[in-house]
């Protein structure tokens, strides 16, 4: 069974940056499509990013197009978010989640079949 564990949330100023990662439990993590999702107060989980198996292609949803960057090291088994120029806005808990394939880059998150705890990320404007 895959398991994800988020680490890299925090308090941040508006403006800052803060990098997420994903540390997943398994040997065929290069197999997957990875993804970001948050969920920000009183609101339901929505889409941030994804990459695909290979790194070969992402996608990112409008409002952090230009300030946030997703990657993964696939010999480390991690996947990172690297979030710049943070906005009040951005405040969310922060899941990483894992899709079995690979060559997708999917928004929805129905086809994500494993999730992490999530990560508080908290931005003071």
């Known amino acids: 069974q895959l398991q994800l564990v988020e680490s890299g949330g925090g308090l941040i100023q508006a403006g800052g940056s803060l990098r997420l990662s994903c540390a997943a439990s398994?040997?065929?993590?290069?197999?997957?499509?990875m993804a970001w999702f948050r969920r920000p107060p009183g609101k339901d989980r929505e889409f941030v990013a994804a990459?695909?198996?290979?790194?070969?292609?992402?996608a990112y949803v409008d409002s952090v197009k230009g300030r946030f960057s997703i990657s993964r090291d696939n010999a480390k088994s991690t996947v990172y978010l690297q979030m710049n120029s943070l906005k009040a806005e951005d405040t969310a808990v922060y899941y990483c989640?894992?899709?079995?394939?690979?060559?997708?880059?999917?928004?929805?998150?129905?086809?994500?079949?494993?999730w992490g705890q999530g990560t508080q990320v908290t931005v003071s404007s």
């Open positions: 989640a894992a899709n079995g394939n690979g060559f997708s880059t999917d928004r929805n998150r129905r086809y994500y079949g494993y």
């Open positions: 398994t040997r065929t993590f290069s197999r997957y499509s």
């Open positions: 990459i695909t198996s290979n790194a070969g292609s992402t």
